[in-house]
T-cell receptor, first 111, second 113 residues
Framework: KNEVEQSPQNLTAQEGEFITINCSYSVGISALHWLQQHPGGGIVSLFMLSSGKKKHGRLIATINIQEKHSSLHITASHPRDSAVYICAVRSGETSGSRLTFGEGTQLTVNP | NAGVMQNPRHLVRRRGQEARLRCSPMKGHSHVYWYRQLPEEGLKFMVYLQKENIIDESGMPKERFSAEFPKEGPSILRIQQVVRGDSAAYFC???????????FGPGTRLTVT
């Protein structure tokens, strides 16, 4: 079992829909990251969070430390949101800056 | 403030040759991380370096791979005697300090023929 599990693996939505991507992890962490990987391959950091909720534009990320679960929400989705969304956790251990990644969620938003 | 720079963006090597991948962190960042993304797979940690020090290399293959981050200049990921299985995208990220956000470079896509 992977330390970081994402669901769904693939998601297709119509423009304007509300989207949720889930991430569960099994280890103690000091922080969780949400990343976006564009079709061209570049990776953009969307959020880093260790508790609560963060919002940036149409994106919202939440984390529940007790349940070891995080969600990424996209409101009013748009075709330009089509990308792979990756959850990554940073361990709370000594050499804990390394990130452990989920397999990613491929999101396609159709016009 | 320029982001994380990686070069080359694309690298083609024949089996048995050496590959050198370079990463220049964001200005002021002294922590560098290398990650590998094999075709159709997720990202995997390789190595974490600070200036002149390797902090964690637990994700590096035991042979043929090495990394450095000298006092001056970029971080280098070196792969000796490349094999087809080394074909992948190699991403570098940098951060200001240990627990800070990591910023990713555009990646180097290595193809071994």
């Amino acid at each position: 079992k992977n330390e970081v599990e994402q669901s769904p693996q693939n998601l297709t939505a119509q423009e304007g829909e509300f989207i949720t991507i889930n991430c569960s992890y099994s280890v103690g962490i000091s922080a969780l990251h949400w990343l976006q990987q564009h079709p061209g391959g570049g990776i953009v950091s969307l959020f880093m969070l260790s508790s609560g909720k963060k919002k940036h534009g149409r994106l919202i990320a939440t984390i529940n430390i007790q349940e070891k679960h995080s969600s990424l929400h996209i409101t009013a989705s748009h075709p330009r949101d089509s990308a792979v969304y990756i959850c990554a956790v940073r361990s709370g251990e000594t050499s804990g800056s390394r990130l452990t990644f989920g397999e990613g969620t491929q999101l396609t938003v159709n016009p | 403030n320029a982001g994380v720079m990686q070069n080359p963006r694309h690298l083609v090597r024949r089996r048995g040759q050496e590959a050198r991948l370079r990463c220049s962190p964001m200005k002021g960042h002294s922590h560098v991380y290398w990650y590998r993304q094999l075709p159709e797979e997720g990202l995997k940690f390789m190595v974490y370096l600070q200036k002149e020090n390797i902090i964690d290399e637990s994700g590096m293959p035991k042979e043929r791979f090495s990394a450095e981050f000298p006092k001056e200049g970029p971080s280098i990921l070196r792969i000796q005697q490349v094999v087809r299985g080394d074909s992948a995208a190699y991403f570098c990220a940098s951060s200001l300090n240990t627990d800070y956000e990591q910023y990713f470079g555009p990646g180097t896509r290595l193809t071994v023929t």
